[in-house]
């Protein structure tokens, strides 16, 4: 499964086997059963996982209980609490498979370790940081700017094989939408 990841690495930058086995060598396998908390709000979020198989949600539950899910990740995406990761500070976020999951976690001691000493690491990691942060403009202008309507059509584009994997409500939560208006915006 290690395949996924050098995939996905070299979607960006080339490795010989000998760099991909040192890189390798800084990630640890984990798996997950469903309904398995990842990372739990409250508590330390050390790792940054690459999911092999599976599928996860991170979310933020607000005071009055409701549930705001910021991001799914199946096979080939990357999930954490990125300020707890790169902060060192205590989740926000929490995060739980909906799928039993395997997924290749890095710590941020390592990653740091792992840049320091290749550098094709290091601008890999800058580049998937960088797609992130321009996903998550995108997220939130889709959230401020379009309709419930336009939102569902742009994930169904962007995520055509989640829609299968995902119930109506975790959709209509990701969309900021209720489950009415899902099943009927789906509906047309």
Request: with cysteine; aromatic share 12%; proline share 2%.
């Amino acid at each position: 499964m290690e395949h996924l990841l050098r995939q996905q690495i070299e979607k960006i930058v080339k490795l010989t086997d000998d760099e991909f086995t040192f890189a390798l060598s800084h990630f640890t396998p984990r798996q997950f059963k469903k309904h398995q908390y990842v990372v739990q709000a409250g508590n330390a979020a050390p790792n940054d996982y690459f999911v092999l198989e599976g599928l996860l949600k991170s979310f933020y539950l607000d005071e009055q209980g409701k549930m705001h899910i910021l991001q799914f990740a199946m096979e080939d995406w990357w999930i954490s609490d990125p300020q707890a990761y790169h902060n060192q500070t205590l989740a926000t976020l929490n995060i739980d498979c909906l799928e039993d999951t395997s997924t290749l976690y890095i710590s941020i001691d390592n990653r740091e370790k792992l840049c320091a000493d290749l550098k094709k690491m290091e601008y890999f990691f800058m580049k998937k940081t960088t797609a992130g942060y321009i996903a998550l403009q995108r997220r939130i202008l889709s959230l401020m700017s379009q309709k419930a309507d336009e939102r569902y059509q742009q994930f169904i584009n962007l995520y055509p094989s989640l829609l299968q994997r995902l119930s109506k409500t975790l959709v209509a939560s990701y969309l900021g939408i209720s489950r009415e208006t899902l099943s009927r915006i789906s509906a047309v």
